[in-house]
Structures are given as structure tokens and as C-alpha cells.
């Protein structure tokens, strides 16, 4: 990092970071001409970052989910519990379709790690759903609505005995751990631990120590070997919004909605609790992989989900603060705005300009176009039911409508609006191949 960090502003710290990134020495690539490619790649990221029009509208192979596997020809279930398949899948793919940036691979453990830690909260393929189907996350209210108060006063006791042992099931015994406070002797602690169920808990998940460490140099292979060959990686930093964490990992659906009424001031104070901390572990874990770019995902601050004033009491400001302590430290913020979110979309241009990029699902990208055309880069809205069940001339013209209208004047991402899980690899290369050709910039 800079020498003198502090003192610069955004925009400069903005520029340390990609100038960092750009860094690469030609001998790391496996030709010159990949070195070429990858600047080339990310010159137009910037571009349009910057609203410029570059060569031509970039593609981003955004939320790939499981098209490899169908690409490939093996099943969700290998791709998910074989991580060396996994990767070989995943790189085929990139190779072979030459996004101009790409999303990495989102399993972050492989399905024998889930089973040994007797995972909850998902349901994955070939453990409780069909060997092609896509990863199902199970929703509950893991933190109970009278705990608040726990979470909020000593966050790391509730963690330890009551969210862990009710989302792991292997270490459900920890449960029965006394509460960890400041009168506990290190005697007393020490030796809870050493009760055989909780011994037998963690030598059952000691197995997955080994698995856990080969995906993760698998993974960091695999995004090694791409920026080698020329690909750029979108991020591989992720942070959700305060609101959305609660709601997805803590009180599930229903019972964020009733906290909203019932309970109000103390989902804002746990919100409080937590959003320091979810900001600084991302601004932690950008400065080690050197991204220049975050990625974030809102979706229960949809249309669909809460009303214009619960979204300005619950939601906005959270997410505002978030997005701009990122720009702040010289990040740039790709946000998924999941759902329908046009009413929501006027609080972004309280964002500075040229330092986002909208990720756009269900909401018209055409009104959004509009709206923040002037301020942010746009991306995605091309329907994977559309790359699944339409024809070649179909897909060709929704993206030309992409291209001349959002793309007009540059500012312009092209991208899935969602998981391509079971789209037709012929349909996405139809895709792929029109935007090269049609989308440039005379």
C-alpha cells in the first residue's frame, strides 16, 4: 500500500489500487499476447467505469453458478464435491468463451466439508436435492427474536453457543458451554472444552481441515492460471448489506419482517453493532488480494420486499455508509441490485459519480439507464430464460437493444441479470459472439 495512504483522496487511492493491479511483469503471463489481452480487458472495465466508451462493450461472465458443469458435461453434484474437477470445468469455460471479466467460482466449500460440519442452512446437490440442481439455501431464524440483547452485548458469546450449534451440526454441543465472560477463570474455560462431546466434535471436524485447504489452493490456482492466461476477475472480495445479513444468516424472511414492527430499535442497534466490522474485514481482505473492485449484493431491499420508508429507515442508510467507506479507501463497489428496485434507484445518484457499477436484475435496465445513466455504469439484464428457452434471433435482439440503448455513449457492462445454472451453452455463445461483434464503438 502507499507510503502515504491517509493523505490521499479517493480518487487517488482509487487510482494506487488499479495502477497496482496493472502491475504485472510480462514473464507472469503465459504469452505477451495475454499480457496484451488483460489490459486490454480491464482498459475497458475502466472505461466504463469512467462512463467512456471503450473499443466496445465488455462482457462479464457474472454469476456463473453451474454452466460449467452442464458445459462440460459433468454434473452439479461432481463440480460440487470435486474441487479439482471444479476448477478444470471452470477454466474450460473462461478459455473457451473469453469473457472480458468474470466472477469466480462461488462454492466456498466443497460438499464433503459441508457434510462433515452437518451444515443447516444449505441444501446442495446430491445432499438433499437432485445431482443437477442448483446449491438451496435453508432460511430460518437461527437467532431466536428475544436475543438481541445477547447478540448485542457480547456477539462473539452468542456466536459460540447458540448460532454455531444451531448451524453446524457437528458442533451442536457447544450449546452447553457456559456463558464466556470477563469472571470466567482461563481454568474453567479451558476445561468445558475438554468435555468428550465437544472433543469428539472437533476431532470430527478436524477430517475437514485437509479438504478445506486443498479447495482453497485449488481455487487460488485457478484464479492464478486465469489472470495468466489474460482474464481479469471481477472481485473476489464480498460483502452483503447489514440488513440483508440479518435477514438472511440471523432472523430469515418472517422474522426480520416482524422485527421491523415489533422490535424496530434493536435490529438498528445490531445493525449498528456489526456494519464497522463488516466494512473493515472487507477493506482488510481487498488490500491482501489487491482488488480494485468489491462486489455487493442487496436484495431485501427490493420493491417487492419493504416499503419507500422502511427502505429509508432500515435499509439506505447502512448500505450508503457501506458504499461510500468503500470508495472512500479507493474501491470501486459492484453492486447486484437484486429484484425490482426502480423505485429505489434515484438514493444511488447520492453516490459520486463514476464510482459504481449497478449490477441490474428484474428492474427496467432502460429506466435505470435513464436515471443513472449520467452517474454510475450499468450492467447486466440479459435474461438467462432467455439464454435457456429462447431462439438465436431472440437472443440477438434483446442484446442489440442492450447495446444501443443502455450502451449508448459507454457506461455499459453486459451481463446476466441472474444464475446461469441451466442455460444452453450454444444459446450463451450466440450471446457472446453477437456482443463482440455488434457492440463496438465507431
Excluded at 491482501?288 to 427502505?311: E, L, N, Y
Excluded at 449497478?358 to 427496467?364: E, G, K
Amino acid at each position: 500500500m502507499h507510503q502515504d495512504w491517509a493523505a490521499l483522496n479517493p480518487e487517488e487511492k482509487r487510482k494506487a489500487r488499479l495502477e497496482k493491479w496493472l502491475a504485472v511483469e510480462t514473464e507472469y503471463f503465459v504469452s505477451p499476447q495475454a499480457r496484451q489481452n488483460f489490459l486490454e480487458r480491464e482498459k475497458r472495465i475502466e472505461d466504463i467505469i469512467q462512463l467512456r466508451t471503450p473499443d466496445r462493450v465488455p462482457i462479464w461472465f457474472n454469476d456463473i453458478g453451474f454452466f460449467p458443469a452442464r458445459y462440460t458435461g459433468i454434473t452439479f453434484e461432481k463440480m460440487f464435491y470435486d474441487s479439482e474437477a471444479l476448477a478444470a470445468a471452470f477454466k474450460k469455460t473462461i478459455l473457451d468463451f473469453e469473457p472480458d471479466v468474470y466472477w469466480p467460482p462461488t462454492i466456498g466449500y466443497p460438499g464433503k466439508v459441508l457434510e462433515f460440519f452437518n451444515s443447516k442452512m444449505y441444501k446442495w446437490p446430491g445432499h438433499g436435492i437432485p445431482a443437477d440442481c442448483g446449491t438451496q439455501y435453508v432460511e430460518g431464524e437461527y437467532m431466536k427474536a428475544d436475543e438481541y440483547d445477547d447478540f448485542i452485548n457480547n456477539t462473539t458469546d452468542f456466536m459460540l453457543r447458540s448460532f454455531i450449534p444451531r448451524t453446524l451440526g457437528v458442533l451442536e454441543p457447544l450449546k452447553d458451554l457456559p456463558a464466556f465472560n470477563c469472571y470466567n477463570r482461563a481454568e474453567r474455560i479451558v476445561s468445558e472444552f475438554l468435555k468428550p462431546d465437544i472433543m469428539a466434535a472437533f476431532k470430527a471436524i478436524s477430517q475437514a481441515e485437509p479438504l478445506i485447504k486443498k479447495h482453497r489452493a485449488v481455487m487460488d490456482t485457478l484464479k492464478t492460471e486465469l489472470k495468466q492466461e489474460g482474464f481479469p476477475i471481477m472481485s473476489s472480495i464480498f460483502s452483503a448489506n447489514a440488513f440483508d445479513h440479518f435477514s438472511d444468516s440471523f432472523r430469515g424472511m418472517r422474522g426480520i419482517m416482524l422485527d421491523m414492527y415489533r422490535q424496530p430499535d434493536k435490529l438498528l442497534e445490531a445493525m449498528d453493532k456489526i456494519l464497522p466490522k463488516m466494512i473493515s474485514s472487507c477493506i482488510e481482505d481487498a488490500n491482501h488480494t489487491g482488488s480494485p473492485r468489491i462486489m455487493s449484493v442487496i436484495h431485501r431491499g427490493s420493491d417487492a420486499f419493504m416499503s419507500i420508508k422502511q427502505w429509508e429507515k432500515f435499509y439506505w442508510p447502512s448500505l450508503k455508509k457501506m458504499l461510500l467507506a468503500f470508495i472512500e479507501e479507493g474501491l470501486t463497489p459492484v453492486v447486484f441490485l437484486e429484484g425490482d428496485v426502480l423505485s429505489r434507484l434515484e438514493y444511488f445518484l447520492e453516490i459520486p459519480k463514476r464510482k459504481m457499477i449497478a449490477l441490474i436484475d428484474s428492474t427496467d435496465i432502460f429506466k435505470a439507464k435513464e436515471i443513472l445513466g449520467g452517474t454510475m455504469c450499468l450492467a447486466g439484464n440479459m435474461p438467462p430464460l432467455l439464454l435457456q428457452n429462447g431462439t438465436p434471433d431472440q437472443v440477438k435482439e434483446y442484446a442489440r437493444k442492450l447495446i444501443d440503448v443502455v450502451g449508448k455513449d459507454g457506461g455499459f457492462l453486459m451481463a446476466p441479470r441472474s444464475s446461469m445454472d441451466n442455460t444452453r451453452p450454444e444459446l450463451v455463445k450466440i450471446w457472446f459472439d453477437f456482443t463482440r461483434e455488434y457492440g463496438i464503438y465507431r
